[in-house]
């Protein structure tokens, strides 16, 4: 008899997003998906989407994904950010993945939209970076089960690196699994902020973070 496949939570945390409604309905109507919405509990511009979980929680992302999580049925988590999509397609290799149990945890390959040449190439060096560093941010729609984010204790209340902080603690019982399936996400940002001026940004808060500098400082430091 074939099994039903495993139930896959997607948490999205949600701040000030006028598009969310278009990001749940590209999942709603999946079998063994859930979809979870988790607004921040000031945020009174993001429309209420239908066909999922909506709840509010204690504005930040990682706050905001604890609450999400903790009210998730799925026995994998998947965090999404609310400018980021996958295709529902790539869930099935999400679910065999987790099968291995040497995978604790898991990510998508990251491509940012709208693109130039720079942006193109932000997205190559990011995808270098998680195979040789094994440490993907957020905006890859990073992926565990939900077994082991209990065991590790979830997302650190940090202001920033919340994303890299659980991969380090995920790695400490098991590998990274890296998909070849893309994580689309926005890339707004570098437009809005300046090509170079988010770069390296990026990159000097990961550099001051490997040397021992601390989120809260960081978020002082870099203050988006």
Request: hydrophobic content about 40%; proline content about 4%; aromatic content about 10%.
């Amino acid at each position: 008899m074939k099994l039903e496949p495993v139930l896959i939570s997607i948490v999205i945390p949600a701040w000030k997003e006028l598009e969310i409604q278009g990001l749940v309905n590209r999942y709603t109507s999946l079998q063994n998906v859930e979809v979870i919405v988790v607004l921040g509990e000031d945020d009174n511009v993001t429309p209420l989407p239908s066909g999922c979980v909506v709840i509010r929680g204690e504005r930040g992302r990682a706050f905001q994904m604890n609450c999400g999580a903790k009210k998730s049925r799925g026995q994998i988590i998947l965090f999404l950010h609310a400018d980021t999509y996958v295709l529902p397609e790539s869930f099935d290799s999400v679910r065999k993945s987790m099968e291995d149990r040497q995978h604790s945890i898991g990510c998508y390959s990251l491509e940012l939209k709208p693109a130039n040449f720079w942006i193109w190439l932000v997205s190559k060096v990011a995808n270098m970076r998680t195979k040789v560093f094994k440490l993907p941010y957020g905006d890859q729609a990073i992926f565990l089960r939900k077994c082991d984010f209990v065991k590790i204790g979830g997302y650190n209340n940090e202001p920033i690196l919340e994303d890299v902080l659980l991969v380090k603690a995920a790695k400490q019982i098991g590998r990274l699994v890296i998909l070849q399936h893309l994580a689309t996400s926005s890339s707004r940002r570098w437009y809005k902020e300046g090509m170079y001026f988010t770069t390296l940004r990026n990159w000097g808060t990961m550099i001051a973070f490997v040397l021992g500098v601390s989120p809260h400082t960081l978020a002082k430091l870099f203050k988006r």
